[in-house]
């Protein structure tokens, strides 16, 4: 009964909500992920929770044929170092299922689907700040209310364990 109560209180408080909108809003789509410049800022944390780290990041991304992109993400931590990343992802379109994306970095090697308004890939990838390897989960949530708004979530794993996190909110750059 609390729990109703606290549900009610605070779905009464967002006026603006629209379900509507939620349930009609565009899906995510490779060639709209992949294609502009974004802005974002990304929040490093270990296998406790702290923060660890945070860092101003920009990604550039491009469409390279019909089921292909990449993106170049450059980053500059608050001690002015700077990093730079490529991404190439591929996509693949099926009629009843959803649509296939592998992400390619070096030695990291993920895939996943696109459904809906999300990105979901798996695979192993490099620890932040480590030499280490770990299990990687990456989900990419296209936020409905925001325009061209994506939350980025990377997973890090060993031995079923959570390794840390890393969480990055993309914006679309200005035109």
């Not at 967002?14 to 802005?39: H, I, M, Q, W």
């Not at 920009?58 to 292909?68: N, P």
């Amino acid at each position: 009964m609390k729990q109703a109560i606290i549900f009610c209180l605070l779905f009464a408080g967002c006026g603006k909500f629209s379900l509507e909108y939620v349930v009609n809003s565009p899906a995510v789509t490779p060639e709209n992920f992949l294609s502009g410049d974004r802005t974002g800022t990304r929040i490093v944390t270990d296998r406790e929770g702290y923060v660890r780290g945070s860092t101003n990041v920009t990604m550039h991304c491009e469409l390279s044929g019909a089921s292909a992109g990449r993106c170049t993400e450059e980053s500059v931590n608050l001690s002015g170092e700077k990093t730079s990343e490529t991404y190439q992802y591929t996509f693949k379109y099926h009629d009843l299922k959803p649509t296939e994306i592998t992400r390619t970095n070096g030695a990291e090697r993920t895939g996943g689907v696109v459904s809906g308004s999300i990105i979901w890939l798996n695979g192993n990838g490099k620890v932040p700040g480590s030499q280490k390897t770990a299990h990687l989960e990456t989900r990419i949530h296209m936020l409905p209310l925001a325009e061209e708004t994506y939350y980025q979530v990377d997973y890090y794993r060993q031995f079923g364990l959570d390794a840390g996190q890393v969480t990055t909110l993309w914006k679309r750059a200005s035109r």
